[in-house]
């Protein structure tokens, strides 16, 4: 039952560090882009409404709550340059559980996300804020992540999305 559990939450592990390699930025202190600068670069833009949050206040959602992981958090870089979708990893010298889960989410709730079910300490667990959806997991590294990642035992994966649009054409003058 261990092994089947342990293997549960490494696909939830794994899935979110398959992009690991389009990494934005692994310093934990490292400032996300500006606003102006994405939207200038992005194919896809999250939906404009009132309070909605922008992936880089996402982001800082998930550096605050995950302030704790050792090794820092690692943004991975949206191959389509979305604003609508933001990844990342947090990554510890030891195996993180679920003591390390629940704070997490409490600190993301403090950011204003509401947990969707329960915590779920052996697979995934949702939350959200306004439009944006997030998933969550802790494991251990197995495989080719524990590889590309040797200081690492483990990981906690946060990925969201929100609602993309396709930014509004140019008016001609």
């Known amino acids: 039952m261990n092994v089947f559990r342990h293997a549960r939450t490494a696909v939830v592990v794994t899935a979110a560090l398959l992009a690991t390699a389009c990494q934005e930025s692994s310093d934990p202190a490292a400032a996300p882009r500006s606003r102006s600068e994405a939207s200038a670069t992005a194919g896809l833009a999250a939906s404009p409404s009132p309070g909605a949050k922008t992936r880089d206040e996402v982001i800082s959602d998930f550096r605050y709550a995950t302030k704790s992981f050792d090794l820092g958090l690692t943004v991975v870089k949206d191959p389509m340059n979305r604003e609508c979708v933001a990844d990342s990893t947090a990554f510890s010298r030891t195996e993180p559980g679920e003591k390390d889960l629940l704070r ?70």
């Open 104 to 173: 997490v989410v409490n600190r993301l709730k403090e950011r204003g996300w509401r947990l969707r079910g329960e915590v779920d300490t052996d697979g995934a667990t949702f939350l959200e804020s306004g439009a944006w959806e997030a998933i969550t997991g802790v494991g251990p590294l197995l495989g080719e992540t524990a590889d590309q990642h040797s200081s690492a035992a483990g990981a906690l994966a946060l990925s969201a999305m929100s609602t993309c649009t396709k930014p509004p054409s140019p008016s001609p003058r």
